[in-house]
């Protein structure tokens, strides 16, 4: 049975950083191409960085391009977002997603297969 529990949320002020974990089981992580995407209220679900298993390579969205690094650990069949320079507009629910195929437009949901519940990220001080 495959899981993918995020993990690493919480409030944190203005400036400062949160890293999320993204622990998978049941599958291989480093065969999957790995997403993270964010639901703020009232807003659409956000794809904001991808990693793709391949060729290493990483995409960020504009809004957080320079502030968040996308990562994984093997051994731990587990995902990161270190999140840096956190402002109010990155408060949301935060999920991590997984494909056990070249995702092509990694913003998309439908690219990804399996997904973690989410975890929140609030931004206040």
């Known amino acids: 049975q495959v899981q993918v529990v995020e993990s690493g949320g919480g409030l944190v002020q203005p400036g400062g950083s949160l890293r999320l974990s993204c622990a998978a089981s049941?599958?291989?992580?480093?065969?999957?191409?790995i997403g993270w995407f964010r639901r703020a209220p009232g807003k659409p679900r956000e794809g904001i960085a991808c990693?793709?298993?391949?060729?290493?390579?990483?995409y960020y969205a504009d809004s957080v391009k320079g502030r968040f690094t996308i990562s994984r650990d093997n051994a731990n069949n587990t995902a990161y977002l270190q999140m840096n320079s956190l402002t109010p507009d990155d408060a949301a629910v935060y999920y991590c997603?997984?494909?056990?195929?070249?995702?092509?437009?990694?913003?998309?949901?439908?690219?990804?297969?399996?997904w973690g519940q989410g975890t929140q990220v609030t931004v206040s001080s």
């Open positions: 049941g599958l291989t992580l480093d065969r999957h191409d």
């Open positions: 990693l793709h298993s391949t060729n290493g390579r990483s």
């Open positions: 997603a997984t494909a056990p195929w070249t995702v092509i437009t990694c913003s998309e949901v439908y690219e990804f297969k399996y």
